[in-house]
């Protein structure tokens, strides 16, 4: 989703690189495009957002019905992000509650596992190597419930090759993303499935 190129030991530096990631994935969910482009290194960077024209004109209360229609779709659909690498975790949480879920964040198997047996989310998001249980395991633990509905689960995963894709639906997951994942590409798996 993300990457910081040319990393030192000066601290200013440090991080993930997520805003311009988040950055992009709003512009998105606005149906708008972000774009960065230099001339190298110390000439400093332009950061272009496009906005789309319409052909057709649509009154701002029309726009505004419509948006708080499919935020009210979501509104109490409930999803639990899991993964031990926070900046991702929270990058994709943001993204999910800017969309109208209700969103909870784990960082570690142990905790996605408490989370899910308290709160029994609608949709999982899980990593697969996290520390003290793997998604995996997880999966396999949210599957062992009686929830009154069964939760969609879906792998987010650095793992991608074909035998992970076997291991992710024999503990229960209904869909395998490989990261980095394209948030377009995931809301649209989800929406699908619900």
């Not at 709003?26 to 332009?46: E, P």
């Not at 570690?108 to 596992?113: L, P, V, Y």
């Not at 029994?120 to 520390?131: K, N």
Request: glycine residues 8%; aromatic residues 6%; proline residues 4%.
């Amino acid at each position: 989703m993300f990457a910081q190129v040319g990393r030192t030991n000066d601290l200013s530096k440090d991080g993930l690189g997520v805003g311009l990631s988040l950055c992009r994935q709003i512009a998105f969910l606005h149906g708008c495009q972000v774009s960065a482009t230099s001339a190298g290194l110390g000439a400093g960077s332009v950061f272009t957002i496009s906005l789309p024209l319409s052909d057709t004109v649509v009154s701002a209360p029309e726009t505004e019905i419509a948006a708080k229609t499919l935020i009210a779709e979501r509104s109490g659909v409930r999803v639990l992000v899991a993964d031990d690498n926070e900046d991702a975790a929270e990058a994709l949480a943001t993204l999910l509650r800017l969309s109208g879920y209700e969103v909870s964040v784990a960082h570690d198997g142990e905790q996605a596992s408490r989370v899910a047996a308290n709160e029994q989310p609608d949709i999982a998001l899980l990593d697969i190597g996290m520390p003290k249980l793997t998604g995996y395991q997880v999966a396999q633990q949210i599957r062992a419930q009686s929830w009154a509905k069964r939760p969609l689960l879906i792998a987010i995963t650095g793992w991608g090759q074909p035998e992970d894709r076997r291991n992710s639906a024999a503990a229960g997951f209904d869909k395998h993303f490989t990261k980095p994942v394209d948030f377009e590409t995931l809301a649209q798996a989800i929406a699908e499935a619900m």
